[in-house]
């Protein structure tokens, strides 16, 4: 039974593990643009909620299951927080935006609030209480 895995691919087409081309999505130029559009303007709305000392980046990837979508924000203390998803293209009509500006700003607040809890819990281990 073992060549009746997913893992066993099609011989002379597909290598075991991977994917067949055909079912990965391409993007279309528009499309691309349009998300990396809409990831650089979650990384600015991250940026405005944050003072200068975060670093906001994000990121459009293609991994087996179609685009990969990334924004990561670096606290001056503590640990990266990270928000990443896979968009659904074929919902979307063109020249329409990829992220609806109400995730982009869910997306933007909960990457600024988890980077301040993170610098907040960062400094509660390290500062010694002066009086109880």
Do not use: C, W
């Not at 999505?25 to 000392?53: C, G, M, N, W």
């Not at 990837?61 to 685009?67: A, D, K």
């Not at 109400?102 to 809890?117: N, P, W, Y």
């Amino acid at each position: 039974m073992n060549g009746n895995t997913p893992y066993a691919g099609l011989p002379g087409e597909t290598g075991a593990g991977q994917r067949a081309a055909a079912d990965v999505p391409d993007l279309s130029r528009t499309q691309k643009r349009s998300l990396h559009r809409d990831v650089s303007r979650i990384a600015a709305r991250t940026r405005d909620f944050l003072p200068d000392e975060y670093v906001v980046d994000s990121e459009v990837s293609q991994s087996m299951t179609g685009p990969q979508v990334t924004v990561a924000v670096r606290p001056p203390i503590g640990h990266a927080v990270s928000a990443g998803f896979t968009p659904d293209l074929e919902e979307v009509a063109a020249g329409d935006a990829v992220i609806t500006a109400d995730e982009r700003d869910e997306v933007a607040r909960g990457l600024a609030a988890s980077a301040a809890l993170q610098v907040k819990q960062a400094i509660s281990d390290n500062v010694t209480p002066t009086a109880k």
